[in-house]
């Protein structure tokens, strides 16, 4: 078991850095060309691992002694986590639009955006995560749900093609991932407030 285990943390260890290294392999044209060909893996892949890649990265370096003046520059900027709530959901409904997916494919500026707002939201939330309270959490969340799945639902349903380098077929399994994305964040809202729940409990008992 005791070997088991330490497999365990070796391969999670090597997951995490390849995450962390994400936005450096996107560098990469061929890998960059691979993800980006597809609209499902632009969006529901490369996203969600450019935001875990800049989430770990702030977790790795706020527990280095320089990183000690970063984490209260944010704690003081952000007490209750609002403005990583705010953020994230700018980054994420303005990468959801057709037009700015079109833009990173033809703008290599655009491209350095969207790769340096997904990471740095991914730090900041990381950050904030935390210190929501139960009734930001579920705003927060059900706000992301419900934008996923309108986006989803036009991704699906809309006859034309939305995003000019992208085909029909691949805009409608990008909205059947995008709304099966909203009821997983349904249920990570209800987890995260159920764990607040129990820790505020504890120490309204204490």
Wanted: aromatic fraction near 12%.
């Amino acid at each position: 078991m005791k070997g088991q285990s330490r497999w365990a943390q070796g391969v999670g260890r090597v997951g995490s850095g390849l995450i962390l290294l994400a936005p450096l392999a996107l560098c990469w044209p061929m890998l960059r060309h691979l993800v980006e060909s597809r609209m499902s893996l632009h969006m529901l892949l490369e996203f969600p691992i450019l935001l875990a890649s800049g989430w770990l990265a702030w977790r790795s370096m706020r527990v280095r002694p320089w990183g000690a003046a970063a984490v209260r520059a944010l704690t003081a900027l952000d007490p209750h986590g609002w403005l990583g709530a705010t953020a994230t959901s700018c980054v994420a409904i303005f990468w959801m639009l057709p037009l700015a997916l079109d833009a990173t494919l033809m703008s290599p500026w655009m491209a350095s955006i969207k790769y340096l707002s997904w990471w740095w939201v991914g730090g900041l939330l990381c950050h904030s995560w935390q210190r929501m309270a139960p009734e930001l959490l579920w705003f927060f969340i059900g706000n992301l749900a419900w934008m996923s799945a309108t986006a989803g639902m036009l991704y699906w349903d809309t006859p034309a093609r939305l995003c000019v380098n992208y085909l029909i077929d691949d805009q409608r399994h990008t909205g059947i991932g995008l709304v099966l994305m909203s009821l997983a964040l349904g249920v990570l809202a209800w987890r995260q407030t159920r764990r607040c729940g129990r820790t505020h409990g504890a120490v309204g008992s204490a």
